[in-house]
């Protein structure tokens, strides 16, 4: 059975804040120039991706999302963790989410986890999470014509409804949740189908290519153009622990002692087309209003960057 939760030292709106803001100065706002990002292939399902992402993590980055989980009396990173693993259901173990999340540090993941949920309910944190979703959409995106909204939410959510669940826990969880009844949390919530639907396919794309999670991360940070550790250390993961998945990239010939070779390039290359092809039932029942879908998210996700609601690293907004 799931922990109850248990009274803990209440913080202040003031503690809240600076939580938040902490967080949002050093994700959120640019810092100088913007960082290269060696960019993706273009696909269809990849245009789709990035056009929904910022869309689907406004439900933790905007203020009002953040401050939800605050509300309860989580803490940034494990309101996170908990509002993201509660569609896989009130008693889901931590050995699940770890697995489901697929790119976090073990040991880390489930300390995170446990704690959490003995702060706040299953319903607590899902109510919370939808509620802050949606008003730190409409926030961001104040500007944006409210047809633009409502078409993106209903068309993304007709196309994910029918898609087959096979092998995605997140995705199949998440659509087993109530829809919110406004147009900004059913645009959140279609574009965060779309995100975890992509998620779970990419995870079975990894795995298929015989790569635990320490490696994974190192891998997509060089491909993306970090440098080793930049990114994936904020998944949880030790220095010594990355510095082995270097070694193992190594060893394999995908990585030399600065950045990948044109073997690991093309092996992560094809890891994306992989999860590309893991799309393509979606991208299939989109057919001729995938363009206009892209667009509408590539409209949102220009408010939501102005409105300094989604990282604007735009290699952190490419890795998830």
Same mark, same amino acid.
């Given at each position: 059975?799931?922990?109850?939760?248990?009274?803990?030292?209440?913080?202040?709106?003031?503690?809240?804040?600076?939580?938040?803001?902490?967080?949002?100065?050093?994700?959120?706002? =640019?810092?100088?120039?913007?960082?290269?990002?060696?960019?993706? !292939?273009?696909?269809?399902?990849?245009?789709?991706?990035? @056009?929904?992402?910022?869309?689907?993590?406004?439900?933790?980055?905007?203020?009002?999302? @953040?401050?939800?989980?605050?509300?309860?009396?989580?803490?940034?990173?494990? &309101?996170?963790?908990?509002?993201?693993?509660?569609?896989?259901?009130?008693?889901?173990?931590? =050995?699940?989410?770890?697995?489901?999340?697929?790119?976090?540090?073990?040991?880390?993941?489930?300390?995170?986890?446990?704690?959490?949920?003995?702060?706040?309910?299953?319903?607590?944190?899902?109510?919370?999470?939808?509620?802050?979703?949606?008003?730190?959409?409409?926030?961001?995106?104040?500007?944006?014509?409210?047809?633009?909204?409502?078409?993106? &939410?209903?068309?993304?959510?007709?196309?994910?409804?029918?898609?087959?669940?096979?092998?995605?826990?997140?995705?199949?969880?998440?659509?087993?949740? =109530?829809?919110?009844?406004?147009?900004?949390?059913?645009?959140?919530?279609?574009?965060?189908?779309?995100?975890?639907?992509?998620?779970?396919? %990419?995870?079975?794309?990894?795995?298929?290519?015989?790569?635990?999670?320490?490696?994974?991360?190192?891998?997509?940070?060089?491909?993306?153009?970090?440098?080793?550790?930049?990114?994936?250390?904020?998944?949880?993961?030790?220095?010594?622990?990355?510095?082995?998945?270097?070694?193992?990239?190594?060893?394999?010939?995908?990585?030399?002692? %600065?950045?990948?070779?044109?073997?690991?390039?093309?092996?992560?290359?094809?890891?994306?087309?992989?999860?590309?092809?893991? !799309? !393509?039932?979606?991208?299939?029942?989109?057919?001729?209003?995938?363009?206009?879908?892209?667009? !509408?998210?590539?409209?949102?996700?220009?408010?939501?960057?102005?409105?300094?609601?989604?990282?604007?690293? =735009?290699?952190?907004?490419?890795?998830?």
């Amino acid at each position: 059975m799931q922990s109850k939760p248990h009274p803990r030292p209440h913080r202040s709106d003031q503690d809240a804040r600076m939580d938040y803001d902490a967080i949002a100065q050093h994700f959120l706002m =640019p810092a100088g120039a913007t960082p290269p990002l060696t960019e993706p !292939q273009r696909t269809p399902a990849r245009r789709l991706r990035d @056009a929904c992402e910022a869309v689907a993590t406004v439900g933790w980055w905007s203020r009002a999302a @953040a401050e939800s989980f605050l509300a309860l009396d989580h803490e940034f990173f494990d &309101g996170y963790v908990w509002g993201r693993a509660a569609s896989l259901g009130s008693d889901v173990s931590a =050995p699940v989410v770890v697995a489901a999340f697929g790119v976090f540090d073990a040991a880390m993941l489930t300390a995170v986890f446990e704690r959490a949920r003995t702060i706040s309910t299953h319903d607590a944190i899902l109510s919370a999470r939808a509620a802050g979703a949606a008003a730190g959409l409409a926030a961001a995106t104040a500007a944006v014509d409210m047809t633009l909204v409502e078409a993106f &939410g209903d068309r993304l959510l007709a196309a994910t409804d029918s898609l087959d669940g096979l092998g995605r826990p997140l995705f199949s969880g998440l659509r087993g949740l =109530p829809v919110p009844a406004d147009a900004h949390g059913r645009a959140w919530r279609a574009a965060e189908l779309v995100r975890e639907h992509r998620g779970d396919g %990419h995870i079975g794309a990894l795995v298929a290519a015989g790569l635990d999670m320490a490696e994974a991360n190192v891998l997509t940070e060089m491909w993306l153009g970090y440098q080793l550790g930049e990114y994936s250390a904020t998944r949880g993961f030790a220095a010594e622990r990355l510095e082995s998945a270097a070694d193992a990239l190594k060893a394999r010939g995908w990585l030399d002692a %600065h950045a990948l070779t044109p073997t690991g390039r093309a092996a992560r290359d094809e890891i994306e087309l992989a999860t590309d092809r893991s !799309q !393509q039932a979606l991208i299939d029942q989109l057919g001729d209003d995938l363009s206009t879908v892209t667009a !509408q998210g590539n409209a949102l996700t220009e408010s939501i960057l102005r409105a300094h609601a989604a990282p604007s690293d =735009p290699r952190k907004r490419a890795a998830g």
